[in-house]
């Protein structure tokens, strides 16, 4: 019977109780990239707008959205998209996402040159700067 109370206690206090459903990795993932995609989506209009088909807008945008989705840190991603309790545990996260997304960032470059060449669109190759 002390068993039973002391796992229960665990549950409790250790996991925020075990009832509690958090959402499956995928489903954050894709809330993330959701999010991603409409931040973002303005920056790859005003970049490339002159330069890309809106289809090749768009393809580009979520290829980003999806590839950035993946260099973010758990906490990162529960700031995006997690429930309300998540986001202010995780709101030094902020910050960091803040400075990853920006379309001049290290990450970003990094990531749009790799969906360049994944989608084959060399003309925005010349945009993106080293």
């Known amino acids: 019977m002390k068993k039973l109370g002391f796992i229960v206690a665990i549950c409790l206090i250790g996991f925020g109780g075990c009832a509690q459903t958090q959402p499956s990795n995928e489903t954050l993932d894709q809330q993330v990239e959701k999010k991603l995609r409409e931040y973002t989506q ?15 807008a768009e393809s580009l945008n979520a290829c980003v959205a999806k590839n950035f989705t993946s260099k973010l840190t758990q906490e990162e991603k529960l700031f995006l998209a997690g429930s309300a309790a998540e986001k202010v545990q995780y709101k030094d996260a902020a910050s960091t996402i803040a400075q990853k997304a920006k379309p001049t960032s290290t990450q970003m470059k990094e990531v749009t040159k790799y969906c360049v060449t994944e ?7 010349s945009k993106i700067a080293n």
Do not use: H, M, Q, R
């Open 42 to 56: 303005p920056a790859v209009d005003k970049l490339y707008s002159k330069v890309l088909s809106t289809e090749e």
């Open 119 to 125: 989608l084959g669109i060399k003309k925005v190759a």
